[in-house]
Nanobody
Framework: QVQLVESGGGLVQAGGSLTLTCAASGRSFSDRGMAWFRQAPGKERDFVAAVSWTSTRTLYTDSVKGRFTISRDNAKNTVYLQMNNLKPEDTAVYYC??????????????????????WGQGTQVTVSS
């Protein structure tokens, strides 16, 4: 069974840091892009960051640029999201996702929900002011 499992969420004060981890099992995801999305209460699931299969390319939504870093370790089948200088508006459930296509990474499609066909269950991040 193919699974993505997120961990590392929690409650943190504004200005603090968290590192989210997405562990994949069931098959390797080293041949496709991976991404993080987030969903705040009452809002749509929004793109946060994406990384290509070789880690040579990354993409971030404007609101997290300079604060978040996405990375991956293909040997461990794991993707990370390092979040620094967290703000209350970063509060959301964070989801890991795997691209439905292999060996393809383009900015225009990396931000789209429909690009991804495998999702984790999410991990809650709460930032207090």
């Amino acid at each position: 069974q193919v699974q993505l499992v997120e961990s590392g969420g929690g409650l943190v004060q504004a200005g603090g840091s968290l590192t989210l981890t997405c562990a994949a099992s069931g098959r390797s995801f080293s041949d496709r892009g991976m991404a993080w999305f987030r969903q705040a209460p009452g809002k749509e699931r929004d793109f946060v960051a994406a990384v290509s299969w070789t880690s040579t390319r990354t993409l971030y939504t404007d609101s997290v640029k300079g604060r978040f870093t996405i990375s991956r370790d293909n040997a461990k089948n794991t993707v990370y999201l390092q979040m620094n200088n967290l703000k209350p508006e970063d509060t959301a459930v964070y989801y890991c996702a795997a691209d439905r296509a292999t060996y393809l990474f383009a900015s225009a499609r990396a931000e789209l929900f429909s690009t991804y066909d495998c999702w984790g269950q999410g991990t809650q991040v709460t930032v207090s002011s």
